[in-house]
């Protein structure tokens, strides 16, 4: 209860936020029709800077109302908490950012140099520019029925899951042991059958691990029979995950 009320007062926050920015931006705006006459460029740059800022705050806003809403969900509160974190973290120096947008207009004004940029390099991504943060934000509500429907129709991953050992432990503690492992005969080499260990799933990175694993399966288990080809499955596993990650926003994030 008292997590759903800091998120509301989050929501709360970033709105009170972008009404400061705002005033902030129109001060200079106002002081730039005066000091910076022909700066008709320059004060379409702020306008279109701060629209980037609603564009971001509304996507963060986004971000937690999809936690308030799907909070039930929710297995893994040590994911949830690093995720909140991390949000805190770059909503902060997104707006210490567009802050510096204008004191560095400022600087260009006061120092009649209407030459030097006043849009200074960035060092980070904001959550307009990449989608780190909303895989893991999805990734909380994730359970094994999403991996049997990611893989629905593939017949190979129903005999294999069959058969596969989920550990129930942490993470860390299991890494050592996931993974899939052809069984091979001894003597002639040829394929006899294939073993999968994942971890359970309760978030992004368990799932990934489950999605890597499998699709390993999945290209291996056709040479039952037969000698392995020495092919590059790792790279086939890896973009079976970042698969996984476009089907994830494209099914869940509306």
């Known amino acids: 209860m008292e997590l759903i009320s800091e998120l509301k007062k989050n929501v709360f926050l970033n709105k009170c ?14 002081v730039s029709l005066l000091r910076d006459f022909q700066g008709q460029e320059r004060r379409k740059i702020l306008f279109d800077k701060l629209k980037e800022y609603y564009a971001i705050t509304k996507e963060e806003n986004k971000y937690i109302k999809f936690l308030l809403n799907n909070m039930d969900k929710i297995n893994n509160d040590e994911r949830l908490n690093w995720i909140l974190d991390e949000l805190d973290r770059l909503n902060e120096e997104t707006y210490k950012y567009f802050d510096k947008i204008l004191l560095e207009y400022e600087d260009n004004m006061f120092y009649n140099s209407f030459d030097r940029k006043i849009v ?13 943060y909303l895989d893991e934000l999805l990734g909380l509500t994730l359970t094994r029925k999403d991996l049997e429907e990611f893989f ?3 017949e190979t991953f129903d005999i294999l899951s069959k058969n596969a050992h989920v550990l129930h432990t942490s993470l860390e503690e299991g890494m050592s042991y996931y993974g899939c492992y052809p069984q091979e005969d001894k003597d002639s080499g040829i394929l006899t059958g294939v073993k999968i260990c994942v971890p359970e799933i309760n978030d992004l990175k368990s799932m990934c691990i489950n999605v890597h694993e499998y699709k390993h399966g999945i290209d291996i288990f056709p040479y039952i029979g037969e000698i392995l080809p020495d092919v590059d499955y790792e790279k086939s ?16 994030w509306k």
């Open 120 to 132: 200074p390099a960035k060092q980070f991504k904001t959550l307009m520019e990449t989608t780190a």
């Open 17 to 30: 936020e972008a009404l400061l920015l705002t005033k902030e931006y129109l001060g200079v705006y106002l």
């Open 237 to 252: 596993a890896s973009e079976e995950e970042e698969k996984f990650k476009v089907y994830l926003r494209q099914r869940i």
């Open 152 to 154: 629905r129709g593939e």
